[in-house]
C-alpha cells in the first residue's frame, strides 16, 4: 500500500468521484448560509442541506465535496486523548435523489481496495439489522463472506432526527491490528478499543418518520457519505492518531521545537502539544473565512480556542508570542485544499498576533487575581469558587471562565458554574434585547416553503428596469394563494424580474407591478432559497392572478443612487487597501439611496490624514469616469485576477466580477453605475469601531450628500442669524464674542467680591476667642457659594490663625462656609465637623475637611442660632 499524505488522498477522493459524474464542489466556509441552528459546518452534509430538504436543486444530482469542520462538542477532552480534535476535514459523496445503495457500496468498496489498496481482509461492513437490502449489496455483490458483515441497531446504524427523513447507516470497518487492541478475547467490530476503526459512513436516506416512529418510503432517496480525511490518512499512512499523520505531525513537531519538548516521554506535554497543534488549525481556518473573536457565538469559540493554545504555550514553558510561527506551518502544510489560507495569510497573523499580545496582558493580571481569591478560599475552607467571582474574573478583568475552571479543576477546586451563567444571562439579555431589534422582516417566512422549490426566477435588472414578465406565484402573508386583491398584502413571483433583491449590502429596490386590472406597490425585494425572488408589498387597485403578464417597474431614482453608493463603495474599499494596506478586507456594508457603510478590519482607529487621502483617492478615480464593466467567470479564475471577495460568503461556481477601469475589481452581484464620472462626489462623514477590530465608515455621494451640506448650510446660516452676523463673519463674530465675555467674566468676578467685603464692612470688629483660637462667625447677603469662598480667603489673611464661619442667605436657601487655618487644626479645630454640627439650624446638611467645608440649608431664620452654636463646637473641639 502506498503511504499518501493528506494532500494527496484529498485529490484522488475527489477525483475518483468526478470520474463517477460527480460535481466536485470546493470546501464550504465553516460560517453557515443561511442556517441559524449551527454555528460552525460541523459535517460534510451540513452545507448541503437544502438540497436534501428539497428547499434548494442543486446544481447536480451527484456531488462530491471535502470539507472543512469544526466540532466544539468537546473541547475539553482535546489534548486529553489523541482521538478527540476540533479541526478535521470530511470526504464524502453525495446523491439528490439519484443513484442509490448498490452504487454507493460498489464504490466505497472500490475506492478503499482498489484506489487506495486497503487489504480487503482488514475492512469490515456493518449494516442497520432489518437492512437486507444493504447486506444482500455486501454479501452477494461484493462478496464479502456472512461472518464478516455486522449488523447494529438503531444507536450506530440509523441515522435520524425526530420528524422529517432519516435511514439506515452502512459502515466500514478498519482491523489497525492486534497492537491496537484491548487484549480481550471477544474483541471485534464494534469494541470501543483502538483496534477496530470506523472509517467510513454511508447514510442511506430512505424513509420518513412522521414523528411516531412510522415509516414510509420516500419517492426520491438521498445518499450521504462521511469520511474522515485524518482517519483515512491515519490509516493509509500505517500511524497511531490524527497527531501522526504528516501534515499535522509537522506542525506537531514544530509545537515541540519550540518548546523544546517531545512528543511521547511525557503525559502532560503531550496534552499540551495535541492542544496547541490541534487548536492553531482551527484558529487559522476559521479567521480565513473571516471570523474574528469576540465573546459571542462562533467569534467566542475562536477566542477561546486562540486562548486555551496560548494557556497551554505557556504551560509548555514557550516563551512569549508563537501562534503566528505555527499559523505558518497549518497555511504550509493545507494552502493545497484551501487556497484562501494563503490568500489571507497576512490578515490571519495579524489577528492571531493582536489577541495573542491581548490575551497576555490579561492573563498575567487574572492569574493574580485568581491566586488572591484562591488564597481568600483557602482561609475559609471553601472548594467552590463563587459564580459572581468566576464572573467578576471574566467580565471585569477578561480572563475567560474556562480558565478559571481549568485552573482551579489542576488544583482539586470547582466553581460555581450555575451562579457564572446566571451573572452571565444578565448581561446578555440586553445584548440580545438591543439586536433583536436590528432583525429584518419579523414576518413569518414559513410561507415562502411551501413554494414549490422548481420555480425560480430569472433577474434581469442589470440590463432593465422595466420589464414584462408573467406570475408565477402569489402568497399572501401566510398561504400560498392564485390572486391578490385591493389592498391585500402578499408576495409575488414572476418569471423574470429587474428588481433588485437586497443581497450583498445593496438594499433592495421598491416600484410597482401592474396590469390593465391591478396595481401591486413593491416595499421590498427578497431573495429566497433557491433562486426565487420575492417582490413583497401591498395590492393598491383591481387584482392580479397567477398567469398574468405584469409590467415589473423599478424606481428609477431611488435605483440610480443606490447605485452610486454601491459603486463608490468598490472604490473605497481599493483606497483603503492602498491607504491603510493589504489587511484590510471588507466585514459587511450597507448600501441604500440615501449614504454607504462600509466595515471592514483594522486595528485603530483611521487618523484625519488617512481619512482625508481617501477620499483625495476616490474622488480621483471618480473624475477619471472609469468605465465599470461585469463579467461572468469560473470562480476559479476570478481569483486569479485577484477580485476582491467578502469572507465567508457562498458563492457558486460562476461568479460575477465587476471591474472599474484597471482600479478596483470585486465579486459582486449589485448594481452599479456605467462610468465612475456618474457618482459625482464622495465624501466620508464618519468612522468608527463597530468591533474589536472591526471599523465602519459611513460616507455620501451625489444628492444625499448635496442634501447634507444643504442642510448644514442652513444650521449655519441659523446660527450666523443668531448672533446678528453673516456665515462669513461668523468666525470672527464669535471670536469677539468669546473675548468680550471672558472681560465681562472678570469684570463680575471683581464686583461680586467687592460687593461681598461692603457687605460685610469691618468685620474684624467681630473676632472673639475661643481658648487660644480666634473665631469670626458672621452673616451676609445674597452671596453665592463661589462668592463666600472668595470672601473667605480674603478675610483668611486679614485674620491671620483661626477659624472662619460664614453664613449668607440668598433666594430663601442659606450658604453655609468654614475654614480653619492650619494652626486652628493644630489646636482641634475641624471645619467639616463643625459645619456638620451647626447645618441643622438652618435645615440642611454638609460636611468636608478639617480645613474646609461648606453647607446648604433651607431656612434663614436659623443662621444666628447656627453661627451662635459654632463658638460651643469650637470650644467643645479644641478642649477635646
Ligand atoms: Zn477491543
Ligand atoms: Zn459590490
Known amino acids: 500500500m502506498k503511504k499518501y499524505g493528506v494532500n494527496e488522498l484529498r485529490k484522488i477522493f475527489l477525483e475518483y468521484f468526478e470520474s463517477k459524474d460527480h460535481l466536485a464542489m470546493k470546501s464550504f466556509s465553516l460560517v453557515p448560509h443561511n442556517d441559524k441552528s449551527l454555528l460552525l459546518i460541523n459535517s460534510g452534509m451540513a452545507p448541503l442541506k437544502p438540497y436534501f430538504t428539497g428547499q434548494e436543486i442543486p446544481p447536480n444530482k451527484r456531488m462530491v465535496t471535502c470539507q472543512k469542520c469544526i466540532r466544539t462538542g468537546d473541547i475539553d477532552n482535546v489534548g486529553k486523548t489523541a482521538r478527540h480534535g476540533t479541526f478535521f476535514e470530511m470526504l464524502g459523496n453525495f446523491s439528490f435523489g439519484d443513484y442509490f445503495k448498490k452504487e454507493s457500496l460498489a464504490w466505497t468498496w472500490e475506492f478503499l481496495t482498489e484506489v487506495i489498496g486497503l487489504e480487503p481482509d482488514r475492512l469490515y461492513p456493518s449494516v442497520y439489522l432489518d437492512d437486507d437490502e444493504a447486506w444482500d449489496i455486501w454479501n452477494k455483490e461484493i462478496g464479502i463472506t456472512p461472518e464478516r458483515i455486522f449488523r447494529f441497531g438503531k444507536e450506530d446504524n440509523f441515522w435520524e432526527h425526530g420528524v422529517g427523513p432519516c435511514g439506515p447507516c452502512s459502515e466500514v470497518y478498519y482491523d489497525r491490528g492486534e497492537k491496537y487492541g484491548c487484549g480481550n478475547p471477544d474483541c471485534t467490530v464494534g469494541c470501543d478499543c483502538d483496534r477496530y476503526m470506523e472509517i467510513w459512513n454511508n447514510v442511506f436516506t430512505q424513509f420518513d418518520n412522521d414523528g411516531n416512529n412510522n415509516y414510509t418510503e420516500l419517492e426520491k432517496k438521498n445518499i450521504d457519505t462521511g469520511m474522515g480525511l485524518e482517519r483515512l490518512a491515519c490509516v493509509v499512512q500505517e500511524v497511531e492518531s490524527m497527531f501522526d499523520i504528516d501534515t499535522i505531525k509537522e506542525l506537531r513537531e ?26 492553531i488549525r482551527s484558529v487559522s481556518f476559521m479567521i480565513s473565512d473571516g471570523i474574528m473573536p469576540s465573546n459571542e457565538g462562533r467569534g467566542y469559540v475562536l477566542r477561546r480556542l486562540l486562548r486555551r493554545a496560548c494557556r497551554h504555550g505557556r504551560l509548555l514553558g514557550i516563551s512569549g508570542e508563537f501562534l503566528v510561527e505555527l499559523s505558518k506551518t497549518v497555511i504550509k502544510g493545507s494552502k493545497d485544499g484551501y487556497p484562501e489560507l494563503e490568500e489571507k495569510q497576512d490578515f490571519i497573523f495579524k489577528v492571531v498576533a493582536k489577541e495573542e499580545e491581548q490575551f497576555n496582558k490579561t492573563i498575567d493580571q487574572g492569574l493574580s487575581i485568581l491566586a488572591d481569591m484562591e488564597a481568600a478560599m483557602a482561609r475559609e475552607n471553601v472548594k467552590i469558587l463563587s459564580g459572581d467571582h468566576a464572573f467578576k474574573l471574566y467580565d471585569t478583568y477578561g480572563f475567560p471562565f474556562d480558565l478559571t475552571k481549568e485552573i482551579l479543576e489542576e488544583k482539586g477546586l470547582g466553581v460555581d458554574d450555575e451562579g457564572f451563567q446566571a451573572a452571565m444571562e444578565v448581561q446578555r439579555t440586553t445584548a440580545r434585547a438591543a439586536r433583536e431589534q436590528t432583525n429584518y422582516m419579523g414576518a413569518d417566512e414559513t410561507v415562502y416553503e411551501s413554494i414549490d422549490p422548481a420555480i425560480t426566477s430569472e433577474f434581469v435588472g442589470y440590463d432593465h428596469l422595466t420589464y414584462d414578465s408573467k406570475i408565477t406565484v402569489l402568497t399572501t402573508e401566510n398561504e400560498v394563494v392564485d390572486a391578490l386583491s385591493d389592498g391585500q398584502a402578499g408576495t409575488i413571483f414572476a418569471e423574470q424580474t429587474p428588481f433588485y433583491a437586497t443581497s450583498g449590502g445593496q438594499e433592495a429596490d421598491t416600484g410597482y407591478i401592474r396590469t390593465a386590472d391591478g396595481e401591486f406597490a413593491v416595499k421590498d425585494t427578497i431573495k429566497l432559497l433557491g433562486g426565487k425572488i420575492g417582490h413583497v408589498g401591498q395590492m393598491v387597485r383591481g387584482m392580479l392572478k397567477i398567469g398574468d403578464t405584469v409590467t415589473l417597474e423599478v424606481e428609477a431614482e431611488k435605483r440610480a443612487l443606490s447605485a452610486r453608493n454601491h459603486s463608490a463603495t468598490h472604490l473605497l474599499q481599493k483606497a483603503l487597501r492602498l491607504v491603510l494596506g493589504t489587511h484590510v478586507e471588507q466585514a459587511g456594508s450597507s448600501v441604500n439611496d440615501v449614504r454607504l457603510r462600509f466595515d471592514f478590519t483594522h486595528f485603530s482607529a483611521m487618523t484625519a490624514e488617512e481619512i482625508k487621502q481617501v477620499e483625495e483617492i476616490v474622488n480621483k478615480n471618480i473624475i477619471a469616469a472609469l468605465p465599470v464593466t461585469a463579467e461572468n467567470m469560473p470562480l476559479d479564475v476570478a481569483r486569479k485576477t485577484g477580485a476582491a471577495a467578502l469572507f465567508g460568503e457562498k458563492y457558486g461556481d460562476i461568479v460575477r466580477v465587476v471591474s472599474m477601469g484597471d ?138 490663625d483661626g477659624v472662619i464661619v460664614i453664613a449668607s442667605a440668598a433666594d430663601g436657601k442659606v450658604n453655609l462656609m468654614t475654614t480653619a487655618t492650619e494652626g486652628a487644626v493644630k489646636q482641634g479645630a475641624h471645619a467639616g465637623n463643625l459645619i456638620k454640627a451647626i447645618a441643622g439650624e438652618v435645615g440642611g446638611g454638609g460636611g468636608g475637611r478639617p480645613n474646609m467645608a461648606q453647607a446648604g440649608g433651607k431656612n434663614p431664620a436659623g443662621i444666628d442660632k447656627a453661627l451662635a452654636k459654632s463658638k460651643e463646637i469650637l470650644a467643645g473641639q479644641i478642649s477635646g
Open 663 to 800: 482600479f478596483s475589481k470585486e465579486l459582486c452581484g449589485g448594481t452599479h453605475v456605467s462610468n465612475t464620472g456618474v457618482i459625482t462626489v464622495f465624501k466620508i462623514i464618519s468612522e468608527t469601531g463597530v468591533a474589536a477590530g472591526v471599523r465602519r465608515i459611513e460616507a455620501l455621494t451625489s444628492k444625499g450628500l448635496m442634501e447634507y451640506y444643504n442642510h448644514l448650510e442652513e444650521t449655519l446660516a441659523e446660527a450666523a442669524r443668531a448672533v446678528k452676523s453673516s456665515p462669513e463673519q461668523l468666525t470672527d463674530r464669535i471670536t469677539v464674542m468669546l473675548s468680550e465675555n471672558k472681560a465681562l467674566h472678570s469684570e463680575v468676578e471683581s464686583l461680586r467680591s467687592k460687593l461681598a467685603q461692603e457687605a460685610v464692612g469691618d468685620v474684624m470688629e467681630q473676632v472673639i476667642l475661643v481658648g487660644d483660637v480666634k473665631l469670626l462667625a458672621i452673616k451676609v447677603d445674597g452671596v453665592d457659594m463661589n462668592g463666600l469662598r472668595e470672601l473667605g480667603d480674603q478675610l483668611k489673611e486679614k485674620l491671620g
Open 254 to 279: 514544530h509545537v515541540c521545537k519550540m518548546a523544546n519538548a517531545e512528543y511521547g516521554k511525557d503525559y502532560d506535554t503531550d496534552v499540551s502539544i495535541r492542544v496547541i497543534t490541534d487548536h
